[in-house]
């Protein structure tokens, strides 16, 4: 008889933090108590380019509860410079407006932030740049583009497929500049004990903050202590750690042992945490008649910061998604006096699909079909760019599930014929991907700590993606145990080494660690392990990736009304129809799912980070004017999923949900704009002064 267990990987279990949080016991970076802290309020630089000449903090000094006010003349010096997003205060350059140039410790938050308005610096201010355009002539192609993509990639001649085709799109789009905003913002609490640095930090990988920050500091990883229990999202902003950890630490430095505390302000969260790059996108195709791709040619503008290169990998998606004999993708990138980007929920494939999804869609009109019809057309065989088979596509099932849920056999076949009560509606498609990885250098601890109890240790962060209760039912499959069996520890340095919760790897790589330590605990223990029994297991690489191509795939459909008369866009229904392999937990992945079309909603309406190049500055730096989803911009929006273990995808047989629910949500936006209006736009976010043509 098989024994059933409850809570186990599957199962709709509740989120075993969520009573803690919504009763506000599950403590944050910040709330972390600690004794005697001071708290630590930033200078900033006020230009976007040059030096500082003089800084003057005397009065700074002398105000009300102030304790110290460090600046490039007086900060400690840092063993490693190579990375200049990290190195601040070590000179008195300046790469950037918003940089740090200082910081006030002070005994409260409102001494150090009032003080900080009375340091007084002159520059000697040079010319800069911050806007980034198709025509620069100092566009550059990086060596290669983020997560270790080639920059450029050609198969074929498809200028010449394209000028020989029978049906052309040849456009240009763009999507802006957008800021990561999670709701807890970047927050480290740093103390130095002896020579060992303890930080409570607000992260996406406690052991990748050690790791990058040891150089940093010229110390032992070891002697460095991350804890992160709870994480109030990041979205890829708290993937790697910026600037603000560095200056805490350094603070600390000077603190005579105190802690140091610093939460950074919304405001501060626009110039210091990252963002996505803005992207001019010119998409051409190439078809027949009925709709067959000959020619797919996506090249790709974007910036970088002066200071640092992160080279967004947004032609990516184009060299998988759809068959055509000939095919190149470009990526070239603008160096500006500007913050350093960063990941955003789904880098290359979020902006990437944009672009593509909105041409294929111009396509179908060209050619008269179906745009779900069209995308079936060029179903690849195989992946066109590695000519690898897929592990599991599923992107035709997700399409045509989606079109008999969503009621798409009802489609008006032509754009702006449905007007009712003065609003335009219509109806729009879009696929979605993102890639399958799992990142090696991941180990689990499981110990037998009384009778049919196990604790499970490994330094994985919830970034309240559901990590804390996915991680306890893949523990509980693997062992054979309930999940109240099991308690589970993460989120410290102090369990064994994690990757980043990012790049949707952290469920199938920490996963796969802790079905490898099961396995280890009962090859060693058996059924009946003696109390305090223990054993370690380390996950290696997917073998099945080096013969499959490993992507999970999604329909997005989109119902939008336009106004007629104020251009208002409203998006009153969504549907996300995904093949994401093995999922884990239902609950926690609807919401993952549901929260990535949010954010693409978001998108494809409200989110524009506006840059003004004559003070190379966003001007829109706060919630006040830079507009995400609320409640009620989010109407009828559903997410379900194909029933599918992908077995090529290991043990688990899940290929990670963390950003494919954004993949081709905009773009399902635009299209339904368009087939509401027959107002194409291509540039985002797709406001209303865009309608009233
Ligand atoms: Mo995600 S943007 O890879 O943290």
């Not at 940089?99 to 007084?120: D, N």
């Not at 913002?185 to 903050?209: M, R």
């Not at 789904?346 to 008269?368: I, K, N, Q, S």
């Given at each position: 008889?098989?024994?059933?267990?409850?809570?186990?990987?599957?199962?709709?279990?509740?989120?075993?933090?969520?009573?803690?949080?919504?009763?506000?016991?599950?403590?944050?970076?910040?709330?972390?108590?600690?004794?005697?802290?001071?708290?630590?309020?930033?200078?900033?630089?006020?230009?976007?380019?040059?030096?500082?000449?003089?800084?003057?903090?005397?009065?700074?000094?002398?105000?009300?509860?102030?304790?110290?006010?460090?600046?490039?003349?007086?900060?400690?010096?840092?063993?490693?410079?190579?990375?200049?997003?990290?190195?601040?205060?070590?000179?008195?350059?300046?790469?950037?407006?918003?940089?740090?140039?200082?910081?006030?410790?002070?005994?409260t938050p409102e001494a150090a932030r009032a003080a900080a308005a009375l340091v007084r610096v002159e520059y000697t201010e040079e010319p800069h740049e911050a806007e980034l355009r198709a025509d620069r002539d100092d566009l550059y192609a990086p060596e290669q583009v983020n997560a270790g993509f080639p920059t450029d990639t050609r198969d074929g001649d498809p200028e010449s497929a394209i000028a020989a085709a029978?049906?052309?799109?040849?456009?240009?789009?763009?999507?802006?500049?957008?800021?990561?905003?999670?709701?807890?913002?970047?927050?480290?609490?740093?103390?130095?004990?002896?020579?060992?640095?303890?930080?409570?930090?607000?992260?996406?990988?406690?052991?990748?903050?050690?790791?990058?920050?040891?150089?940093?500091?010229?110390?032992?990883?070891?002697?460095?202590?991350?804890?992160?229990?709870?994480?109030?999202?990041?979205?890829?902003?708290?993937?790697?750690?910026?600037?603000?950890?560095?200056?805490?630490?350094?603070?600390?430095?000077?603190?005579?042992?105190?802690?140091?505390?610093?939460?950074?302000?919304?405001?501060?969260?626009?110039?210091?945490?990252?963002?996505?790059?803005?992207?001019?996108?010119?998409?051409?195709?190439?078809?027949?008649?009925?709709?067959?791709?000959?020619?797919?040619?996506?090249?790709?503008?974007?910036?970088?910061?002066?200071?640092?290169?992160?080279?967004?990998?947004?032609?990516?998606?184009?060299?998988?998604?759809?068959?055509?004999?000939?095919?190149?993708?470009?990526?070239?990138?603008?160096?500006?006096?500007?913050?350093?980007?960063?990941?955003?929920?789904?880098?290359g494939e979020c902006p990437g699909m944009f672009g593509p999804e909105v041409a294929m869609d111009e396509l179908a009109e060209a050619c008269g079909i179906d745009p779900i019809e069209l995308r079936v057309l060029n179903e690849p065989d195989i992946d066109p760019e590695s000519g690898k088979p897929f592990a599991s596509r599923h992107l035709v099932e997700c399409l045509r599930e989606g079109a008999r849920r969503?009621?798409?056999?009802?489609?008006?076949?032509?754009?702006?014929?449905?007007?009712?009560?003065?609003?335009?509606?219509?109806?729009?498609?879009?696929?979605?991907?993102?890639?399958?990885?799992?990142?090696?250098?991941?180990?689990?601890?499981?110990?037998?700590?009384?009778?049919?109890?196990?604790?499970?240790?490994?330094?994985?962060?919830?970034?309240?993606?559901?990590?804390?209760?996915?991680?306890?039912?893949?523990?509980?499959?693997?062992?054979?145990?309930?999940?109240?069996?099991?308690?589970?520890?993460?989120?410290?340095?102090?369990?064994?080494?994690?990757?980043?919760?990012?790049?949707?790897?952290?469920?199938?790589?920490?996963?796969?660690?802790?079905?490898?330590?099961?396995?280890?605990?009962?090859?060693?223990?058996?059924?009946?392990?003696?109390?305090?029994?223990?054993?370690?297991?380390?996950?290696?690489?997917?073998?099945?990736?080096?013969?499959?191509?490993?992507?999970?795939?999604?329909?997005?459909?989109?119902?939008?009304?336009?106004?007629?008369?104020?251009?208002?866009?409203?998006?009153?229904?969504?549907?996300?129809?995904?093949?994401?392999?093995?999922?884990?937990?239902?609950?926690?992945?609807?919401?993952q799912f549901l929260g990535g079309m949010t954010m693409g909603l978001g998108m494809a309406l409200h989110e524009n980070s506006v840059m003004d190049p004559r003070f190379g500055m966003i001007v829109n730096h706060d919630f006040a004017e830079y507009h995400i989803p609320t409640n009620a911009d989010v109407r009828d929006m559903e997410a379900v999923w194909l029933d599918e273990v992908d077995e090529h995808a290991?043990?688990?047989?899940?290929?990670?949900?963390?950003?494919?629910?954004?993949?081709?949500?905009?773009?399902?936006?635009?299209?339904?704009?368009?087939?509401?209006?027959?107002?194409?736009?291509?540039?985002?976010?797709?406001?209303?002064?865009?309608?009233?043509?």
């Amino acid at each position: 008889m098989t024994v059933q267990h409850t809570g186990t990987a599957g199962q709709d279990l509740e989120r075993i933090d969520g009573v803690a949080k919504v009763r506000g016991l599950a403590p944050y970076a910040y709330e972390h108590q600690v004794d005697n802290p001071l708290y630590l309020h930033p200078l900033q630089a006020t230009i976007s380019r040059g030096r500082i000449e003089t800084i003057d903090t005397t009065q700074a000094q002398a105000a009300p509860g102030v304790v110290a006010v460090m600046t490039h003349l007086d900060a400690p010096r840092l063993a490693g410079t190579d990375d200049a997003e990290l190195a601040i205060l070590q000179s008195p350059a300046v790469g950037f407006r918003g940089q740090f140039i200082g910081a006030v410790l002070a005994e409260t938050p409102e001494a150090a932030r009032a003080a900080a308005a009375l340091v007084r610096v002159e520059y000697t201010e040079e010319p800069h740049e911050a806007e980034l355009r198709a025509d620069r002539d100092d566009l550059y192609a990086p060596e290669q583009v983020n997560a270790g993509f080639p920059t450029d990639t050609r198969d074929g001649d498809p200028e010449s497929a394209i000028a020989a085709a029978q049906v052309v799109v040849d456009q240009t789009y763009t999507t802006p500049f957008e800021h990561n905003n999670p709701m807890e913002p970047h927050t480290t609490v740093a103390q130095w004990v002896g020579d060992e640095l303890v930080l409570h930090d607000s992260t996406q990988g406690v052991h990748p903050v050690r790791q990058t920050l040891a150089p940093v500091f010229g110390i032992a990883p070891e002697k460095i202590r991350v804890i992160a229990p709870n994480v109030g999202g990041g979205f890829g902003s708290k993937g790697v750690p910026h600037a603000h950890v560095v200056l805490t630490a350094m603070a600390a430095q000077r603190s005579n042992g105190r802690p140091v505390k610093y939460a950074l302000t919304r405001q501060q969260m626009f110039f210091l945490a990252g963002y996505r790059t803005p992207t001019i996108q010119h998409v051409r195709l190439g078809a027949d008649a009925s709709g067959q791709l000959s020619g797919i040619i996506h090249d790709v503008i974007e910036q970088t910061s002066r200071i640092k290169e992160f080279a967004e990998q947004t032609a990516v998606p184009a060299r998988m998604m759809y068959a055509a004999e000939n095919r190149a993708t470009s990526h070239r990138v603008a160096k500006l006096d500007v913050p350093v980007p960063s990941w955003m929920r789904a880098p290359g494939e979020c902006p990437g699909m944009f672009g593509p999804e909105v041409a294929m869609d111009e396509l179908a009109e060209a050619c008269g079909i179906d745009p779900i019809e069209l995308r079936v057309l060029n179903e690849p065989d195989i992946d066109p760019e590695s000519g690898k088979p897929f592990a599991s596509r599923h992107l035709v099932e997700c399409l045509r599930e989606g079109a008999r849920r969503f009621g798409w056999a009802d489609r008006d076949p032509q754009p702006r014929s449905r007007l009712v009560d003065g609003w335009y509606t219509g109806t729009g498609v879009a696929s979605s991907t993102y890639p399958a990885r799992r990142q090696t250098g991941n180990t689990a601890r499981i110990r037998h700590d009384r009778a049919g109890r196990y604790s499970v240790q490994i330094g994985a962060v919830d970034i309240g993606t559901g990590a804390w209760t996915a991680l306890t039912q893949i523990a509980a499959e693997a062992l054979g145990c309930n999940a109240a069996d099991i308690d589970l520890q993460i989120g410290d340095t102090d369990f064994p080494v994690a990757t980043v919760a990012g790049g949707s790897t952290g469920t199938t790589s920490w996963g796969a660690a802790i079905i490898a330590a099961a396995q280890a605990f009962r090859d060693r223990h058996g059924d009946q392990p003696a109390v305090g029994a223990h054993a370690e297991g380390e996950a290696g690489e997917n073998p099945a990736a080096q013969e499959y191509a490993l992507h999970s795939f999604g329909a997005q459909f989109a119902e939008v009304q336009v106004h007629a008369d104020t251009g208002e866009i409203r998006v009153s229904r969504m549907l996300g129809v995904f093949s994401a392999g093995r999922i884990i937990n239902p609950r926690t992945a609807r919401s993952q799912f549901l929260g990535g079309m949010t954010m693409g909603l978001g998108m494809a309406l409200h989110e524009n980070s506006v840059m003004d190049p004559r003070f190379g500055m966003i001007v829109n730096h706060d919630f006040a004017e830079y507009h995400i989803p609320t409640n009620a911009d989010v109407r009828d929006m559903e997410a379900v999923w194909l029933d599918e273990v992908d077995e090529h995808a290991g043990k688990l047989g899940a290929r990670g949900i963390g950003e494919i629910g954004i993949v081709g949500a905009a773009a399902a936006i635009a299209n339904a704009a368009y087939h509401a209006t027959g107002i194409r736009v291509r540039d985002l976010p797709l406001t209303a002064d865009r309608f009233l043509a």
